[in-house]
T-cell receptor, first 114, second 112 residues
């Protein structure tokens, strides 16, 4: 199994550009998450989804959008990129039930906005 | 609201030293508590967890006990190894079971 995959690994954007960060999981997990990790800081939740067709805001949703049309995919859209969105972005998934329920993280996307 | 506070780093220890990383939390209801580890260039991995008061989570020689009276979940290991060098994050899962809140992370370096 590939687990949680994210593309791209690195990206440099200019201010005002848009892009989509891709996230996919092959574990048939119900829950998926997007976090950002700023230097020296913990992870902040941007958006999450409890199943296909259902999304909800986390702590820091401004400037981002998500969709969840399938169980496997959970893309994160940045519209009008700003320097404040320079960060490392992690996607995660979890089943959401059972004693082994835990989050599995992707390897991250390092985004720089100049 | 929900939040996690963990001790500032970085922490540098000699091999075989005792490790404690403090973590306290604020939450409504009865959260689940977690420790995650992040190795350089990688995503986070679950290290251990506890889902109710007085539970002890353990894995790879690391332990943490869910203390409701002190709202704490301190991470301990009796004898650290060079391979334990990483960043450690304390986290809670809120009462709804949907959202996670992370501390700022503590960088650990173990020297031979």
């Amino acid at each position: 199994n590939a687990g949680v995959t994210q593309t791209p690994k690195f990206r440099i954007l200019k201010i005002g550009q848009s892009m989509t960060l891709q996230c996919a999981q092959d574990m048939n997990h119900n829950y998926m998450y997007w976090y950002r990790q700023d230097p020296g800081m913990g992870l902040k939740l941007i958006y999450y989804s409890v199943g296909a067709g259902i999304t909800d805001k986390g702590e820091v949703p401004n400037g981002y959008n998500v969709s969840r049309s399938t169980t496997e995919d959970f893309p994160l859209r940045l519209e009008l990129a700003a320097p404040s969105q320079t960060s490392v972005y992690f996607c995660a998934s979890r089943q959401g039930q059972g004693v082994t329920d835990t989050q599995y993280f992707g390897p991250g996307t390092r985004l720089t906005v100049l | 609201g929900n939040s996690v506070t963990q001790m500032e780093g970085p922490v540098t220890l000699s091999e075989e030293a005792f490790l404690t990383i403090n973590c306290t939390y604020t939450a409504t209801g009865y959260p689940s508590l977690f420790w995650y580890v992040q190795y350089p260039g990688e995503g986070l991995q679950l290290l251990l967890k506890a889902t109710k008061a007085d539970d002890k989570g353990s894995n790879k020689g690391f332990e943490a006990t869910y203390r409701k009276e002190t709202t704490s979940f301190h991470l301990e290991k009796g004898s650290v190894q060079v391979s334990d060098s990483a960043v450690y994050f304390c986290a809670l899962r809120d009462n709804t079971g949907n959202q996670f809140y992370f501390g700022t992370g503590t960088s650990l370096t173990v020297i031979p």
